[in-house]
């Protein structure tokens, strides 16, 4: 025992002969022990273990009215463990025996001389130092065991041990997800053996060779299709399990999702990108692409519904590449009439037609440099999608009356909300112009795949009208805010802008409330609770039934005969002609100036 252990320890004296409290106080304190207390009796000592708990405590076993055992034993029951010494005279020894049965360290026959008490009180502290330094060493133990199983549960990959039988002894939380996933009736594997699927293969086959070679396999991947279809690249990796590295225990299983491994840039989740609002999982990867492809001066095929944001995408794909200090010329296919579209875009020569005044140079030479935007791509006709694969083909075109060809360096990036491929198949897309745009496909998800990203563009948007009107409108209220995530969004990211500028224009409080939102999306039957989706489906609102196909249509039909027989079929209604068509109400407008229907 050192010194400074001598002056921290507490010793507590306890005997009902004061003669004895003041002999053994003065050996302790001579000793070094500066720490020492004296009690006359139970109550005392216990009151004394209150204020100060003990590391040693000297009772004699024969106290006026009470006995040192019964101390003993309410030490005990508080928790108190420090060592107790009883002292005895010769004629109580029997109960002396009986103290160190309750739990005594040991005990002093009387008389007690200095070197005696001494001895014994190292004896007893050097006893407590040691079940101190255990108590420590099983705290920090426990404290280190509970560490590293939080460690292992929060891993994000799939961990398992097995013993040597290849029996699982222990999984983390993602494990478990992936077998109760995979296994049938939801029931845990309890061995190897019963771990179905690719991923469970794999993990046999390895399990068994670190058993044959007590040797480590290395990281390698596998290709596993998960329940629903979906493909994984997985790494995995086995390990022995060895104690002091000689102990075989058993074996341990490493498995990681590589499929999408995100780049040193991409790590981090982004509420913004490039005019984007939004923080879903399907807009982050929408980022990323953006990012990639955007580097890549390639050709680009941007599809989603309406209102999604393809203009967006295609500027930031602009804005990603190196051509981003170059213009980016934006053209609206669907808005230009099929005999003025090729003069936009490939420019004319002076008298090359009627009204041909001058020169005009085309779209596609003022993009020079930079990215030409096609927006509407799907709308085009016949001759002028041969046009525009030859100058894909050959970066070259001849302006309207020009015969030398003009050859350009253009990035061309295309956009539509049309099932190209249905075109293709009917015959109203060329096959080859298809397969030339879409050398990158950028595919944007509507509105109703990601919800959780609505409130987001909802608060956005406030805030936008909110400094644009000078509104005092500090939020939307709980109930708007759901009807919001619950509607369906047909018009998508526009729709919401929409209605949430409509919503700011009507609020005259600080919290744009139900009432000021459109009564499709307040009556929306997607806009209730789960409660009332549960109940019997009534007659669905005419706004929400399905449009009654195009009387009489056929694909003979040329795009301006199906919109006037649409128009006549919706008797002149704009919405119910687009819904029958199966295209936006913008696009309607647009391809009416076009073929010069009037309203």
Known sequence: MIDNDKKQAHILIVDDEESIRMTFEIFLVRAGYQNVSTATNISEALAAVEKQKPDLVISDIVLVGESGTELLRRLREMNINCPVV???????????????????????????????????????????????????????????RKYLEAVFRSVQDCIVTVDPELSIVQVNDTARQCMLAAAPEGKLPTSLYEVSGPLGKACLEDAKKVLETRKEVREHRIECQFHGGELKVLSLNAAPIQVNGHSFTGIVLVARDITNTPSPDS?????????????????????????????????????????????????????????????????????????ILESELFGHRRGSFTGAEKNRQGRILQAEGGTLFLDEIGDISPRMQLRLLRFLQERTFYPVGQDQPVQVDVRVIAATNADLREKVALGEFREDLYYRLRVIEINL??????????????????????????????????????????????????????????????????????????????????????????????????????????????????????????????????????RLLGIDRSTLYRRMRRYNISD
Not at 103 to 115: E, L, Q, T
Not at 446 to 473: C, D, T, W
Not at 513 to 526: G, M, T, V
Not at 547 to 570: V, Y
């Open 86 to 144: 009883m002292v005895t005279g010769f004629p109580n020894l029997e109960s002396a025996a009986k103290a160190v049965r309750l739990g005594a360290f040991d005990y002093i026959p009387k008389p007690v001389n200095k070197d005696t008490l001494l001895h014994f009180t190292r004896q007893a502290l050097n006893h407590r130092w040691l079940q101190k330094e255990k108590e420590r060493l099983i705290t920090e133990n426990e404290q280190y």
């Open 267 to 339: 790590g981090k989740q982004r509420d913004y990108f490039h005019g984007y609002v939004g923080h879903s999982q399907a807009m982050q990867e929408v980022y990323n692409l953006i990012e990639n492809v955007g580097r890549v001066d390639t050709t680009v095929l941007i599809t989603g519904e309406s209102g999604t944001g393809k203009e967006l995408a295609a500027e930031a794909l602009h804005a990603e590449s190196l051509r981003r200090d170059k213009p980016l010329i934006k053209v609206d296919c669907a808005s230009i009439p099929e005999d």
């Open 445 to 578: 998800p509507p509105l109703r795949a990601r919800k959780e990203g609505i409130p987001v563009l909802a608060n956005h948007f406030l805030k936008s009208f909110q400094e644009k009107l000078g509104h005092n409108i500090s939020g939307i209220s709980d109930q708007a805010m759901e009807a919001l995530v619950h509607y369906s969004w047909p018009g998508n990211v526009r729709e919401l802008k929409h209605v949430i500028e409509r919503g700011c224009v009507l609020c005259t409080g600080q919290t744009l409330a139900l009432e000021h939102l459109p009564e499709e999306i307040r009556n929306s039957e997607a806009s209730l609770p789960l409660t009332a989706l549960e109940k019997p489906a009534a007659t669905p609102s005419p706004q929400h039934q399905e449009p009654e196909p195009l009387k009489n249509a056929t694909t003979s039909m040329s795009p301006e005969e199906k919109i006037r027989a649409a128009l006549t079929q919706a008797g002149g209604n704009k919405s119910k002609a687009a």
